[in-house]
């Protein structure tokens, strides 16, 4: 699983030849969950409310980066590590 960002306990992934919508995967803990780029609604999985919140935060920081990093998995490409929440 292709790390691109980790803060505070969370694990931000994101794998190579995924189906669509545009995803990533969160893991915190025992806990995953996949998120969906553009809505940011959990597509499936679940995590904690604060890691939930967490995750949100930084994703709405980071939209455009994670499509451009989508756009690299699907190319087969490096994928990019993106800034962590601070």
Same mark, same amino acid.
């Given at each position: 699983?292709?790390?691109?960002?980790?803060?505070?306990?969370?694990?931000?992934?994101?794998?190579?030849?995924?189906?669509?919508?545009?995803?990533?995967?969160?893991?915190?803990?025992?806990?995953?969950? &996949?998120?969906?780029?553009?809505?940011?609604?959990?597509?499936?999985?679940?995590?904690?409310?604060?890691?939930?919140?967490?995750?949100?935060?930084?994703?709405? &920081?980071?939209?455009? &980066?994670?499509?451009?990093?989508?756009?690299?998995?699907? &190319?087969?490409?490096?994928?990019?590590?993106?800034?962590?929440?601070?």
């Amino acid at each position: 699983m292709p790390q691109i960002s980790r803060f505070f306990g969370i694990v931000i992934a994101m794998f190579y030849n995924e189906h669509n919508p545009p995803h990533f995967h969160a893991k915190y803990q025992e806990y995953e969950a &996949e998120f969906d780029i553009k809505t940011l609604e959990i597509l499936a999985g679940e995590l904690p409310r604060r890691a939930i919140a967490l995750v949100l935060e930084w994703a709405s &920081e980071h939209r455009e &980066e994670l499509l451009e990093e989508w756009q690299l998995a699907r &190319e087969g490409r490096e994928l990019l590590k993106i800034k962590p929440l601070e």
